[in-house]
Each structure stands twice: as C-alpha cells, then as structure tokens.
C-alpha cells in the first residue's frame, strides 16, 4: 500500500523568507499525482500545486515550486517570500492516476513570524 | 462557478444519538463525491466516495454510512455515535473523469461526547 510521510511535524520561517516542506513517499505504481495541499485556521483545504509523475518538469505556482525526484519518491515544497498567510499545516498527497483515494501525509506546521 | 457547501458547521452530539451530515454541490453535474475525515493532528483519511447516484463506495470499515439520494447531495450518516467518531469532516467533489483534482467543501467538526 502506498504511504506518505512528513517528517517535519513544525517548522517555522521569518517573513520574507524561503523555506522547504519534506514529502516523501512509496509505491510501485508508475502513473499518479502528487498534491500539496494548504490548510489554514479556517481549516479549509486549499490546494497549492499539482504535479504529474509523468512530467519531469517541476511544477510552479507564483511563490510556491516543488522539486520531484521521482526516483528518490521526494516531492517537496518550496515557498518563497513567506507570507503572514501562509501560516497553516501543509499536506502533502498521493493519488493513482486512475484512482479515488487520496493518501495523505500527516502535515507540517508551518508558522510565518513578522 | 462551483460551490461545495457542508453543514452543519459544527456538532456536538451524545454517544449513541443518530448523525447526518449533508454536503451539496452547486455548478457543475455528475460530480465524483467524497467524505473525509481529519483526526486531531492528523491528515485526512478517505471514507466513501461516490460516482453516481446511489453508487457508495466505503474505504475503511466503520460506525458510518453514506448516502448519494441526489446528483449533488452527499449524506454522511451514522444509526449510533460513537466517541470515536469525533473529529473534522470534509466533503469534497470532483469532476468524474479527473478524480485526481478534488476541491473540499469548509467542514463539518463533530464531537461525541
């Protein structure tokens, strides 16, 4: 069965900062997504970004870009110029291509200091 | 533009009283349903999902049942609550041919007391 791991429990940046959130994660499977996903105080899940396994190309949105080895099953997060709201836990997120179950990390905490 | 909407927002439910759980979608047809639930501190875990009306699918075996009697309706149900059903509900939705993109709805924290 495929699981996904977090290891950092907390993490902190400074504002203005760039900070990486580790995900890895295994399977035999060749085809499938991997999601970062955002969840504030307001406890709504957000999505962050997106990668396909078939892309070799890592994915950007604005300040966030994740950097996939496929090979080493890593897909972390990198945010930069931290902002106040990007305070929340982090998920990172695992689904078969032809799937309908997510698997999910256990989350970061990241906190943004002024 | 969709719109996934849960209520209620929050619950506070006795061991052993019935639940219901309603989630709608607005915006779009023939929505892929799911319901999750979040365990303090922990991330989300896959209970049902559904492709159609009436079709559930359970992932793990529990104290809960789900009900799809509309195209946008999703109905998370127990007979019987039990402590540990507490924790955070999330609805979500996506469209059929692309279950790998889900959006959530804004929650449901039940607590069993």
């Known amino acids: 069965a495929q699981t996904v791991t977090q290891s950092q429990p907390e993490m902190s940046v400074q504002e203005a900062e760039t900070v990486t959130l580790s995900c890895t994660y295994d399977?035999?499977?060749?085809?499938?997504?991997l999601f970062w996903y955002k969840q504030p105080p307001s406890r709504q899940m957000i999505l962050v970004i997106r990668?396909?396994?078939?892309?070799?190309q890592n994915a950007t949105e604005n300040r966030f870009s994740v950097n996939f080895q496929k090979a080493a099953k890593s897909f972390s997060l990198k945010i930069s110029d931290s902002q106040l709201g990007d305070t929340a836990m982090y998920f990172c997120?695992?689904?078969?291509?032809?799937?309908?179950?997510?698997?999910f990390g256990p989350g970061t905490r990241l906190s943004v200091l002024p | 533009s969709q719109t996934i909407h849960q209520w209620p927002a929050t619950l506070v439910q006795p061991v052993g009283s019935p639940l219901s759980l309603e989630c709608t979608v607005e915006?779009?047809?023939?929505?892929?349903l799911y319901w999750y639930r979040q365990a303090a501190g922990r991330g989300l875990q896959l209970l049902f999902y559904?492709?159609?009306?009436?079709?559930i699918s359970s992932e793990v075996p529990q104290n809960l049942s789900a009900s799809r009697p509309q195209d946008r309706q999703f109905i998370l149900s127990s007979k019987k609550l039990l402590l540990s059903d507490s924790g955070f509900y999330l609805c979500?939705?996506?469209?059929?041919?692309?279950?790998?993109?889900?959006?959530f709805g804004p929650g449901t924290r039940l607590t069993v007391t």
């Open positions: 997120a695992f689904i078969y291509a032809y799937g309908q179950n997510f698997v």
């Open positions: 979500a939705w996506s469209v059929l041919d692309y279950p790998y993109e889900q959006y």
């Open positions: 990668q396909e396994a078939y892309k070799q």
């Open positions: 559904s492709v159609g009306i009436g079709q």
């Open positions: 915006g779009t047809s023939n929505p892929n």
């Open positions: 399977t035999s499977e060749n085809n499938y997504y």
